[in-house]
């Protein structure tokens, strides 16, 4: 069996870089559809365990609705900064349960179970660290972990390389794994343009009716430019 862990920023702070396509309330509702998609399928996937969202954010008690998913908020850990906040709940974590641990982005709308068995797989594979990159291969979207392997936390800008080398220098075995549900996370117009084109086959429950509702994937269609939307179109060719 395994455990989840899933930070998330308060939803009226998330996806600034977005400001100039969405409005606030739209923000927040997309934030809050891929995250609840996440923890969906998560709580659905038969090897996880146990679900834990870390987030201050008061409304988080809608994600969490059903008693599949536990949330702990940043005060309860004492500390801030999100490469502080994983490493503290995934110690709490490991020193409840020594099963492996997944670490993972809310802004996953893609996420399907076979990408989490696919993360399981390849860590049982390599009896050590899983990094899950994003689109362009720099971002770290998810790692997998045991208490043998875990990780420095080193999420923000080339972490992927970050992870991989601080993994290498501590002789633990690490992997990278590359998948179309874990590498498409949302932050800038173009994450946008990508999920618009992969939404358009179905998927992501919630994310999708959040976009579709009133036509807003039609207008964010109108408002992105041909170039975005072209860099987008070859980008996500090379994902697998």
């Known amino acids: 069996m395994v455990q989840a862990l899933v930070p998330l920023k308060e939803l009226a702070d998330a996806k600034s870089r977005l400001a100039d396509l969405l409005e606030s309330d739209q923000r927040i509702a997309l934030v809050a559809a891929m995250a609840s998609d996440v923890l969906n399928v998560l709580a659905a996937h038969p090897a996880l365990r146990r679900v834990v969202l870390v987030t201050d954010d008061p409304a988080a008690t809608e994600l969490v609705a059903g008693g599949a998913v536990e949330c702990?908020?940043?005060r309860d850990l004492a500390t801030r900064g999100l490469n502080e906040l994983v490493s503290a709940a995934s110690s709490r974590l490991l020193a409840d349960c020594p099963d492996p641990l997944l670490v993972l982005h809310a802004d996953l709308p893609l996420l399907s179970a076979a990408d989490i068995s696919a993360v399981l797989q390849a860590r049982?594979?390599?009896?050590?660290?899983?990094?899950?990159?994003?689109?362009?291969?720099?971002?770290?979207?998810?790692?997998?972990?045991?208490?043998?392997?875990?990780?420095?936390?080193?999420?923000?800008?080339?972490?992927?390389?970050?992870h991989l080398r601080a993994a290498r220098e501590a002789g633990v075995p690490a992997r990278i794994v590359?998948?179309?549900?874990?590498?498409?996370?949302?932050?800038?117009?173009?994450?946008?343009?990508?999920?618009?084109?992969?939404?358009?086959?179905?998927?992501?429950?919630?994310?999708?009716?959040?976009?579709?509702?009133?036509?807003?994937?039609?207008?964010?269609?109108?408002?992105?430019?041909?170039?975005?939307?072209?860099?987008?179109?070859?980008?996500?060719?090379?994902?697998?």
């Open 72 to 74: 702990w908020t940043e």
């Open 178 to 240: 590359r998948r179309l549900g874990t590498s498409l996370d949302v932050d800038t117009p173009g994450d946008v343009a990508a999920l618009i084109r992969a939404l358009r086959y179905g998927g992501a429950g919630k994310t999708r009716a959040v976009l579709l509702q009133g036509g807003l994937m039609e207008r964010l269609e109108q408002s992105l430019s041909p170039s975005v939307i072209a860099d987008q179109v070859l980008l996500g060719e090379r994902v697998e």
């Open 124 to 162: 049982e594979a390599e009896a050590g660290l899983v990094i899950c990159s994003d689109r362009a291969g720099t971002g770290t979207n998810l790692l997998a972990f045991d208490r043998s392997s875990v990780p420095r936390f080193c999420f923000g800008v080339d972490s992927c390389a970050a």
